[in-house]
Antibody
Framework: QVQLQESGPGLVKPSQTLSLTCTVF??????????WSWVRQHPGKGLEWIGY???????YYNPSLQSRVTISVDTSKNHFSLNLNSVTAADTAIYYC????????????????????WGQGALVTVSS | DIQMTQSPSSVSASVGDRVTITCRAS??????LAWYQQKPGKAPKVLIY???SLQSGVPSRFSGSGSGTDFTLTISSLQPEDFATYYC?????????FGGGTKVEIK
């Protein structure tokens, strides 16, 4: 049974960088069978996809956040990480990591894919 | 970007009721649609993918239909554990996007 677990600071100061790591248990990121995502949810609101990464390091980001986001992977530790810089109070949210099944890259653009396993979520508050 | 619109935003129903939730895409997405259930304080859980394929382990009272721009999630006989918020998600084109959610509440 695959499990994902987020870890990182729960409080970040404005203008600083939010950093989270997602460790995968029960499956190998390096298998290359899936993409690995970050999704966030503002308090009491809907879901916003942030970006995903393949085991090779290929990444795609939501254009709305692309200028501030970096996702990286460490297959030796079986984890992937999120960095979101220049944060403001608007970045306060629950951050989930998730596994994407069924993503295809067609003409350099990803299509398809749904989120079949999720972490429990990490609440990150941006406040001084 | 493709926008996903769910309706209603909330619905009150009783145990045993048939509940239908609608999701509309701003442009055609073929059958690249998934449905998720989220309970308070928990991560979303996938119910349906490919518009109508039931995820392993999900009860058969959940079903999905539609293609193109209009999709539905149906719960044939609402159970106490089904009170939750439901989201659709399109995967036809980049970036993937979710609907705003439909909260199923106890009547």
């Amino acid at each position: 049974q695959v499990q994902l677990q987020e870890s990182g600071p729960g409080l970040v100061k404005p203008s600083q960088t939010l950093s989270l790591t997602c460790t995968v248990f029960g499956g190998s990121i390096g298998s290359g069978d899936y993409w690995w995502s970050w999704v966030r949810q503002h308090p009491g609101k809907g879901l916003e996809w942030i970006g995903y990464i393949y085991y090779s390091g290929s990444t795609y980001y939501n254009p709305s956040l692309q200028s501030r986001v970096t996702i990286s992977v460490d297959t030796s530790k079986n984890h992937f990480s999120l960095n979101l810089n220049s944060v403001t109070a608007a970045d306060t949210a629950i951050y989930y990591c998730a596994r994407n099944r069924g993503v295809l890259v067609v003409a350099a653009a990803p299509v398809g894919g749904y989120f079949d396993y999720w972490g429990q979520g990490a609440l990150v508050t941006v406040s001084s | 970007d493709i926008q996903m619109t769910q309706s209603p935003s909330s619905v009150s129903a009783s145990v045993g009721d048939r509940v239908t939730i609608t999701c509309r895409a701003s442009q055609g997405i073929s059958s690249w649609l998934a449905w998720y259930q989220q309970k308070p304080g928990k991560a979303p859980k996938v119910l349906i993918y490919g518009a109508s394929s039931l995820q392993s382990g999900v009860p058969s009272r959940f079903s999905g239909s539609g293609s193109g721009t209009d999709f539905t999630l149906t719960i044939s006989s609402l159970q106490p554990e089904d009170f939750a918020t439901y989201y659709c998600q399109q995967a036809n084109s980049f970036p993937p996007a979710f609907g705003g959610g439909t909260k199923v509440e106890i009547k």
